[in-house]
């Protein structure tokens, strides 16, 4: 059955705290591992003579419940599922800011074009 597949059946009810513990400890496994990628992305572009050439977009989808509110996934309108990372960076990006304006990754395409000097394609 498909209902079966959600994120919140994935541990028993109610959730013990070894289960969120381990959920909460697989996740930071994934960002050290993402982190550790990004490094090598960014120490190639250094190498290469590209870093102060190449925009750097970060997004992600949905945040993770990881045991708030009883959940474990993304399936809730939650704020800690609500908050997606979206980070640019690079040549004529300012550093060191942060928005709280509203985004969605569909505009993710026109923010390039203009950053790059080209027009959207309509």
Request: glycine share 10%.
């Amino acid at each position: 059955m498909m209902s079966d597949l959600r994120d919140e059946n994935l541990a028993p009810w109610p959730r013990t705290e070894a289960v969120i513990r381990d959920q909460i400890a697989e996740y930071y496994g994934l960002i050290t591992h993402l982190d550790e990628q990004i490094g090598r992305i960014m120490e190639a572009l250094k190498q290469t003579g590209q870093a102060d050439n190449t925009i750097i977009i970060y997004a992600a989808d949905n945040g993770l419940a990881l045991g708030s509110h009883g959940l474990l996934g993304k399936q809730s309108v939650f704020e800690h599922s609500m908050k997606v990372p979206l980070i640019f960076a690079g040549p004529g990006i300012p550093g060191g800011k942060s928005t709280k304006a509203f985004t969605y990754l569909f505009d993710i395409f026109p923010t390039i074009c203009d950053a790059i000097g080209i027009k959207t394609p309509r």
